[in-house]
């Protein structure tokens, strides 16, 4: 997600993530293999000269000042099935994130640190049978929504790619919203499990 002209960066509530250290995350792997990193990964693609580095944090906790940073942030945050959705609280412990508040909590983050033009790409799981089309997506008013594209996992799950674009920069007190009902992703996790 690099072109070799620009610089990028990263950043995880998991260091171990983030520095291939300890139990793999990947069913099939015991452990982390060696340069199975960040880092590592820029490296394979020749591409150290532009790796800036990473970070432990969430975008609820602020560490990055509140100006426009970035070209184009892209994320598959997690969605509560194999990764905990969690976000580093007040006393620096992780606590647990809805996935609702994870995701408008992302588009706040980018409606802040995006330049104009930025683009926002996220992966959001669904509830098929619940998705709304589009006013079931989080919504900000800096934000234009581009690509809308469904990758099934099976009858009652997915996710969708969602791609925005911002046009303009953030006024105080504007934040994201859902127009529709959020239960689609909102209670994803459960609904996963749920027997039906």
């Known amino acids: 997600a690099v072109v070799s002209t620009q610089s990028t960066g990263g950043s995880d509530i998991d260091l171990k993530a983030l520095h291939g250290w300890g139990k793999s995350t990947k069913a099939t792997e015991t452990a982390y293999q060696e340069n199975q990193n960040i880092a590592g990964n820029m490296e394979s693609y020749s591409l150290s000269n532009r790796y800036l580095g990473c970070y432990s944090s969430d975008f609820s906790s602020g ?6 940073l970035f070209d184009v942030i892209l ?13 580093v609280n007040k006393d620096l412990k992780n606590s647990q994130f809805s996935l609702s508040e994870q995701f408008l909590e992302l588009l ?8 104009i033009g930025g683009r926002l790409a996220y992966w959001l799981p669904i509830i ?35 791609v925005m674009l911002k046009t303009r920069e953030r006024n105080e007190g504007e934040n994201s919203f859902v127009v529709g009902d959020s239960s689609s992703h909102g209670q994803y996790r459960h609904l996963y499990f749920a027997k039906n």
């Not at 994320?75 to 976000?87: F, N, Q, V």
């Not at 998705?131 to 996710?159: A, D, M, T, W």
């Open 75 to 87: 994320t598959d945050p997690p969605y509560g099935i194999r990764e905990a959705s969690l976000k």
């Open 108 to 115: 706040n983050f980018a409606a802040t640190h995006l330049v």
């Open 63 to 68: 560490l990055l000042r509140n100006t426009p």
């Open 128 to 162: 098929r049978d619940l998705y709304q089309g589009e006013v079931s997506l989080p919504q900000h008013p800096v934000f234009k929504l581009i690509h809308n594209c469904e990758q099934v996992f099976s009858r009652k799950s997915s996710r969708r790619l969602v």
